[in-house]
């Protein structure tokens, strides 16, 4: 724990790197309570299981439809300021909520809430692309690392925090108005940051068309063998484990006869597991390839998946999952550090939202199906099918990133950390 505490220490020298992790600590609580408290107004306003889920498909859609656009003006603008706007629309577009009152402007939630969702889309390809110009190639690993491991935390902080607040307060007018304060201060934090693009960052781009653009970073990922394996295998992992998120709760409440209460614990020894793994990765970080962490983290999720079909208790599965998640944030840590590190500066948002929407699009078809085949052949047999896609997802990255072959080293315009910024 003490190398991992110095590892911190060292990235929070850089204080660049402190003012985004600021900016991502604030703004995943607002995320994640914006999404909480949407949901408590939606059902206190309809009371239906149909409304929620025309809430879920207006959250869930943008990322679809606008991922890979999002990606385009992420490489055409400045990052810091596209963060800025993103942070600073969302605080308006949830301001807007607090005014709905009436089951009648249900319809108006969901036209604000999909708003938000796109806006958002900007946001993480911005902050992933931005990264490496702050921190350095060397430190790449542990920043996304540090970066995972927050994401979870204060995620889980805003949901907490949105359940009590929600539970507590008749109007949640107050809990919208501290979202949206979340998000002004994100974007505050992100107008500290001192570095600034290069004057011919992505000059050769400009009059270029839009969809041009979008070409070149598919053109990207498809004459790049690492990267052809990088999405491959986050596809087909989230091909499987898109269903183990649909059917956790099936499976603690039929499978496993338990209360629907106990799902906050079982979910919170998973991050427990991811926060353990968060801390692991930034100590090893200088040592071990982001590839072999991508393929072992695959391989040991599916193992884990496939043995929760074989469990015969609740503490089985709490103990499986915190290994889930030591094995999730490697993946998750992995695969971006790749991105980051095989793409050119002025592609790096382009490719990082191509490879998220697909991501994305293979989860829905798997979350689609998830019910249907356990209709099918059964909760626990899902599980078993699922875990074994998620296997062959990293055995397929082994081949791809297989032991000898030569990572090619990123072709970036990135200014590394001046020496004053390695100031605290």
Same mark, same amino acid.
């Given at each position: 724990?003490?190398?991992?505490?110095?590892?911190?220490?060292?990235?929070?020298?850089?204080?660049?790197?402190?003012?985004?992790?600021?900016?991502?600590?604030?703004?995943?609580?607002?995320?994640?309570?914006? %999404?909480?408290?949407? &949901?408590? &107004?939606?059902?206190?306003?309809?009371?239906?299981?149909?409304?929620?889920?025309?809430?879920?498909?207006? @959250?869930?859609?943008? /990322?679809?439809?606008?991922?890979?656009?999002?990606?385009?003006?992420?490489?055409?603008?400045?990052?810091?300021?596209?963060?800025?706007?993103?942070? %600073?629309?969302?605080?308006?577009?949830?301001?807007?909520?607090?005014?709905?009152?009436?089951?009648?402007?249900?319809?108006?939630?969901?036209?604000?809430?999909?708003?938000?969702?796109?806006?958002?889309?900007?946001?993480?390809? #911005?902050?992933?692309?931005?990264?490496?110009? @702050?921190?350095?190639?060397?430190? *790449?690993?542990?920043?996304?690392?540090?970066?995972?491991?927050? +994401?979870?935390?204060?995620?889980?902080?805003?949901? !907490?925090?949105?359940?009590? *607040?929600?539970?507590?307060?008749?109007? &949640?007018?107050?809990?919208?108005?501290?979202?949206?304060?979340?998000?002004? #201060? /994100? #974007?505050?934090?992100?107008?500290?940051?001192?570095?600034?693009?290069?004057?011919?960052?992505?000059?050769?781009?400009?009059?270029?068309?839009?969809?041009?653009?979008?070409?070149?970073?598919?053109?990207?990922?498809?004459?790049?063998?690492?990267?052809?394996?990088? *999405?491959?295998?986050?596809?087909? !992992?989230?091909?499987?484990?898109?269903?183990?998120?649909?059917?956790?709760?099936?499976?603690?409440?039929?499978?496993?006869?338990?209360?629907?209460?106990? %799902?906050? =614990?079982?979910?919170?020894?998973?991050?427990?597991?991811?926060? @353990?793994?968060?801390?692991?990765?930034?100590?090893?970080?200088?040592?071990?390839? !982001?590839?072999?962490?991508?393929?072992?983290? =695959?391989?040991?999720?599916?193992?884990?998946?496939?043995?929760?079909?074989?469990?015969? /208790?609740?503490?089985?599965?709490?103990?499986?999952?915190?290994?889930?998640?030591?094995?999730?944030?490697?993946?998750?840590?992995?695969?971006?550090? &790749?991105?980051?590190?095989?793409? $050119?500066? +002025? *592609?790096?948002?382009?490719?990082?939202? /191509?490879? +998220?929407?697909?991501?994305?699009?293979?989860?829905?078809?798997?979350?689609? %199906?998830?019910?249907?085949?356990?209709?099918?052949?059964?909760?626990?047999?899902?599980?078993?099918?699922?875990? !074994?896609?998620?296997?062959?997802?990293?055995?397929?990255?082994?081949?791809?990133?297989?032991?000898?072959?030569?990572? $090619?080293?990123?072709?970036?315009?990135?200014?590394?950390? #001046?020496?004053?910024?390695?100031?605290?």
């Amino acid at each position: 724990m003490t190398a991992a505490s110095a590892g911190l220490r060292q990235l929070l020298a850089v204080r660049d790197f402190r003012r985004l992790w600021l900016a991502q600590i604030v703004s995943d609580i607002g995320d994640s309570l914006t %999404f909480v408290t949407l &949901l408590f &107004l939606v059902q206190r306003l309809t009371g239906s299981t149909v409304a929620l889920a025309g809430l879920g498909i207006a @959250l869930t859609v943008p /990322s679809l439809l606008f991922g890979v656009l999002s990606g385009v003006f992420v490489d055409r603008w400045d990052r810091r300021k596209v963060m800025i706007v993103s942070d %600073f629309a969302r605080g308006v577009v949830v301001l807007g909520l607090v005014f709905i009152q009436s089951g009648d402007l249900v319809w108006l939630i969901y036209i604000l809430a999909f708003i938000h969702a796109a806006v958002g889309t900007l946001f993480d390809p #911005a902050k992933s692309a931005l990264l490496p110009a @702050l921190v350095g190639k060397e430190n *790449l690993l542990a920043a996304n690392s540090v970066s995972q491991t927050s +994401e979870t935390i204060f995620a889980l902080v805003g949901t !907490a925090l949105g359940g009590v *607040l929600a539970a507590s307060l008749a109007n &949640l007018g107050p809990v919208f108005v501290l979202d949206a304060a979340t998000f002004f #201060a /994100s #974007a505050f934090f992100i107008s500290r940051i001192a570095h600034r693009p290069s004057a011919d960052v992505n000059a050769d781009i400009e009059g270029a068309g839009v969809w041009a653009e979008m070409m070149d970073g598919f053109r990207v990922i498809t004459s790049s063998r690492p990267l052809i394996g990088v *999405l491959m295998a986050a596809a087909i !992992a989230m091909l499987g484990l898109g269903a183990v998120n649909v059917l956790m709760v099936p499976l603690i409440v039929d499978e496993l006869s338990v209360s629907a209460s106990w %799902f906050g =614990l079982i979910q919170g020894s998973q991050v427990i597991g991811m926060v @353990l793994a968060g801390a692991i990765v930034a100590v090893i970080a200088a040592k071990v390839r !982001a590839s072999t962490l991508l393929v072992g983290g =695959l391989i040991l999720v599916g193992v884990m998946i496939t043995a929760v079909a074989r469990i015969s /208790s609740v503490w089985q599965l709490m103990i499986i999952l915190v290994f889930v998640g030591l094995a999730v944030v490697p993946v998750g840590v992995a695969a971006g550090t &790749l991105v980051q590190t095989l793409v $050119p500066d +002025e *592609l790096r948002g382009r490719v990082g939202a /191509s490879m +998220e929407t697909a991501t994305s699009g293979a989860t829905v078809i798997s979350m689609g %199906f998830a019910g249907v085949l356990a209709a099918g052949i059964g909760t626990r047999n899902v599980f078993t099918v699922s875990g !074994a896609i998620t296997i062959v997802a990293g055995v397929a990255a082994w081949f791809v990133f297989r032991p000898g072959d030569e990572m $090619p080293e990123p072709e970036t315009t990135d200014a590394q950390p #001046a020496p004053d910024e390695l100031q605290s």
